[in-house]
């Protein structure tokens, strides 16, 4: 008996011996990256390297602002990512209800064609959405960075899945009481499809604030960048300035993270559920 | 009575029904359908200044075949999804089932696990050229410490293509590990006590139990990343700059697909790799609805 209790700690302690250097290699690189922007250039790349700042600095966040109009950044990314988080809430949700609990000819055919985006890889479109961009006159305003990404198959599949495990019986009461199908939509069921809406804003938020391609292509004037073109843009012109890099760097996943800080359960249950669905 | 009322509400999904997803169906159709069949139309053209396009045949397709840097692109990236997608499922299988074993701590493990999830691949990418720079970077510092000559990790063509697949799968395990964690924690626990009672293992029950039922989840997985691998973009942008001597070394397709619409101005010849892209996933997308029924295990 014993030795059978032995072996399982033996077990449990190389289970955690994995566990932790899996912590340190994915902790690791984001300590460094904070230990960085608190040296000062010099102290960056002495060799050999020094781990910790003798005397930690904070003027490389200040820099950042000095040297690209990092403020205007993060505004364009909060608005882009509110608007098309809130966008493809309402639009999704909207024909997602349609789709799953109303009758009309046509629906399912309608629906399968849609879901026909799904099986293009999302570059597939990126031309010529920029030329239709480029025609409306938008290159390098704030709508640009949005207007396509409003529209979402995936998350329409994602809530019509989530409608049709909700029962009919509180439609029909409504239905019966004079409730207009939209009435139905908006008061009784998108209430009960929180969770729903929840993992979608959660994949859609990850998405918009993360991007890199779209708004690297449509908006090429510093004022106009997200956080992450203007990252890209920064690494291009400052490419040896490692501390104000790791600064601009940190405070652009800083807003994700401590969102991710309160919402653990529904970020995890959010992306658990794609797998699950799938 | 009765009937004048049911037709009413008939009427009334069908007028509802059209206008709840009009919004969506018509933003669709401008910002996806109408670019589907723009990219083969300007495949078979060249777009000019001002983007005028004329008629080029299948001339762009023909350049493709004859473009030696095509092929290294296909190549290139053909590599990454060899190492990227196993090395990520392997990592990510082996940390989840850790994390199922019951042991303490288990929702911190999985919080910390998933933070480079959620942090912007252009910042994490930033991070690692950091890390892996040749002269002042860290980890060739460790390594000379344990004897091992410093590495060019990115401006070496040789190690360049390593490099950013070790910072892709960084990336990319936490994200499979929570969706195969969810998998694991789906499986009734009655399976694993009978196979203790009968004297299975840990690892026994792990292979007779966890992976069979396990397998629709690591299905799911396997072709999410297979085709996000083939679109592997980000990381590369950022780690390598278009003049290291690297660049075409470790380019991948949607990269050489960006840099002919964007930077050369070869807008029709890009629209051809577009395509040629779409079929690869295509292929991907057909060989898992294939694959599903004969492999997968879905009664549980």
């Given at each position: 008996m014993n030795k059978k209790a032995n072996k399982k700690k033996t077990g449990h302690i190389i289970v955690y011996i994995v566990l932790l250097s899996g912590v340190l290699i994915t902790l690791g690189p984001f300590i460094w990256m904070l230990l960085t922007s608190l040296k000062n250039q010099s102290e960056a790349i002495r060799v050999p390297p020094?781990?910790?700042?003798a005397k930690p600095v904070l003027s490389n966040y200040a820099d950042v602002f000095r040297d690209v109009p990092f403020g205007r950044m993060y505004l364009n990314t909060i608005l882009s990512s509110a608007v098309t988080v809130t966008a493809q809430l309402l639009l999704c949700s909207m024909a997602a209800y349609a789709f799953a609990k109303l009758e009309f000819p046509g629906r399912d055919v309608i629906f399968v064609t849609l879901l026909a985006?799904?099986?293009?890889?999302?570059?597939?479109?990126?031309l010529p959405q920029y030329l239709i961009i480029q025609k409306m006159g938008?290159?390098?305003?704030?709508p640009a960075l949005f207007i396509p990404n409003l529209f979402s198959a995936f998350g329409t599949f994602l809530l019509r899945q989530f409608f049709m495990s909700l029962p009919s019986d509180l439609e029909d009461a409504a239905a019966l009481d004079g409730c207009n199908p939209f009435m139905t939509y908006w008061r009784i069921m998108l209430p009960l499809a929180k969770p729903g809406l929840v993992s979608l804003g959660i994949l859609t938020l990850r998405f918009a604030w993360n991007d890199l391609m779209w708004p690297l292509i449509v908006n090429t004037t510093r004022e106009k960048m997200t956080l992450t073109a203007g990252l890209a843009y920064m690494q291009g012109q400052y490419h040896t300035n490692y501390p104000e890099m790791m600064a601009g760097a940190m405070m652009a996943i800083i807003p994700l993270l401590i969102l991710f800080a309160v919402f653990q359960k529904q970020f995890i249950e959010g992306i658990a559920m794609t797998g699950i669905k799938g | 009575m009765k009937r004048k009322r049911m037709s009413r509400r008939k009427r009334s999904h069908i007028l509802y029904g059209y206008l709840m997803i009009a919004p969506l169906a018509v933003g669709l159709g401008i910002f996806y359908f109408y670019p589907f069949f723009k990219v083969f139309y300007d495949s078979f053209h060249v777009v000019g200044a001002f983007n005028k396009t004329s008629w080029a045949g299948i001339s762009n397709y023909a350049a493709m075949f004859r473009d030696r840097v095509m092929w290294s692109t296909l190549w290139n990236t053909l590599r990454y999804v060899i190492v990227i997608v196993p090395a990520t499922l392997a990592l990510s299988i082996l940390i989840a089932a850790l994390l199922n074993t019951?042991?303490?701590g288990r929702s911190v493990f999985r919080v910390i696990y998933f933070i480079p999830a959620i942090t912007m691949s252009t910042a994490i990418s930033m991070i690692w050229r950091w890390i892996f720079n040749?002269?002042?970077?860290i980890l060739n510092f460790i390594l000379s410490k344990l004897g091992i000559p410093a590495v060019q990790w990115l401006s070496d063509p040789k190690t360049a293509w390593i490099t950013i697949s070790i910072v892709a799968v960084w990336m990319n395990v936490g994200y499979e590990m929570i969706i195969l964690l969810a998998g694991m924690q789906g499986i009734s626990r009655t399976y694993y006590e009978s196979a203790s009672l009968d004297g299975a293992g840990r690892f026994q029950q792990f292979r007779k139990i966890t992976l069979p039922l396990l397998t629709p989840t690591i299905f799911f997985v396997l072709i999410t990343t297979l085709i996000s691998t083939f679109q592997i973009f980000d990381v590369i942008y950022m780690m390598?700059?278009?003049?290291?001597?690297a660049k075409e070394a470790s380019q991948s397709i949607v990269l050489y697909f960006y840099r002919n619409a964007f930077?050369?101005?070869?807008k029709g010849y890009a629209s051809a790799i577009a395509i040629f892209l779409f079929l690869i996933i295509m292929l991907i997308t057909a060989f898992q609805m294939k694959m599903q029924n004969k492999w997968v295990n879905y009664d549980q």
């Amino acid at each position: 008996m014993n030795k059978k209790a032995n072996k399982k700690k033996t077990g449990h302690i190389i289970v955690y011996i994995v566990l932790l250097s899996g912590v340190l290699i994915t902790l690791g690189p984001f300590i460094w990256m904070l230990l960085t922007s608190l040296k000062n250039q010099s102290e960056a790349i002495r060799v050999p390297p020094v781990i910790l700042p003798a005397k930690p600095v904070l003027s490389n966040y200040a820099d950042v602002f000095r040297d690209v109009p990092f403020g205007r950044m993060y505004l364009n990314t909060i608005l882009s990512s509110a608007v098309t988080v809130t966008a493809q809430l309402l639009l999704c949700s909207m024909a997602a209800y349609a789709f799953a609990k109303l009758e009309f000819p046509g629906r399912d055919v309608i629906f399968v064609t849609l879901l026909a985006v799904l099986m293009v890889p999302s570059s597939f479109f990126i031309l010529p959405q920029y030329l239709i961009i480029q025609k409306m006159g938008l290159l390098n305003t704030l709508p640009a960075l949005f207007i396509p990404n409003l529209f979402s198959a995936f998350g329409t599949f994602l809530l019509r899945q989530f409608f049709m495990s909700l029962p009919s019986d509180l439609e029909d009461a409504a239905a019966l009481d004079g409730c207009n199908p939209f009435m139905t939509y908006w008061r009784i069921m998108l209430p009960l499809a929180k969770p729903g809406l929840v993992s979608l804003g959660i994949l859609t938020l990850r998405f918009a604030w993360n991007d890199l391609m779209w708004p690297l292509i449509v908006n090429t004037t510093r004022e106009k960048m997200t956080l992450t073109a203007g990252l890209a843009y920064m690494q291009g012109q400052y490419h040896t300035n490692y501390p104000e890099m790791m600064a601009g760097a940190m405070m652009a996943i800083i807003p994700l993270l401590i969102l991710f800080a309160v919402f653990q359960k529904q970020f995890i249950e959010g992306i658990a559920m794609t797998g699950i669905k799938g | 009575m009765k009937r004048k009322r049911m037709s009413r509400r008939k009427r009334s999904h069908i007028l509802y029904g059209y206008l709840m997803i009009a919004p969506l169906a018509v933003g669709l159709g401008i910002f996806y359908f109408y670019p589907f069949f723009k990219v083969f139309y300007d495949s078979f053209h060249v777009v000019g200044a001002f983007n005028k396009t004329s008629w080029a045949g299948i001339s762009n397709y023909a350049a493709m075949f004859r473009d030696r840097v095509m092929w290294s692109t296909l190549w290139n990236t053909l590599r990454y999804v060899i190492v990227i997608v196993p090395a990520t499922l392997a990592l990510s299988i082996l940390i989840a089932a850790l994390l199922n074993t019951g042991i303490k701590g288990r929702s911190v493990f999985r919080v910390i696990y998933f933070i480079p999830a959620i942090t912007m691949s252009t910042a994490i990418s930033m991070i690692w050229r950091w890390i892996f720079n040749g002269d002042f970077g860290i980890l060739n510092f460790i390594l000379s410490k344990l004897g091992i000559p410093a590495v060019q990790w990115l401006s070496d063509p040789k190690t360049a293509w390593i490099t950013i697949s070790i910072v892709a799968v960084w990336m990319n395990v936490g994200y499979e590990m929570i969706i195969l964690l969810a998998g694991m924690q789906g499986i009734s626990r009655t399976y694993y006590e009978s196979a203790s009672l009968d004297g299975a293992g840990r690892f026994q029950q792990f292979r007779k139990i966890t992976l069979p039922l396990l397998t629709p989840t690591i299905f799911f997985v396997l072709i999410t990343t297979l085709i996000s691998t083939f679109q592997i973009f980000d990381v590369i942008y950022m780690m390598i700059n278009s003049k290291s001597l690297a660049k075409e070394a470790s380019q991948s397709i949607v990269l050489y697909f960006y840099r002919n619409a964007f930077e050369y101005s070869k807008k029709g010849y890009a629209s051809a790799i577009a395509i040629f892209l779409f079929l690869i996933i295509m292929l991907i997308t057909a060989f898992q609805m294939k694959m599903q029924n004969k492999w997968v295990n879905y009664d549980q």
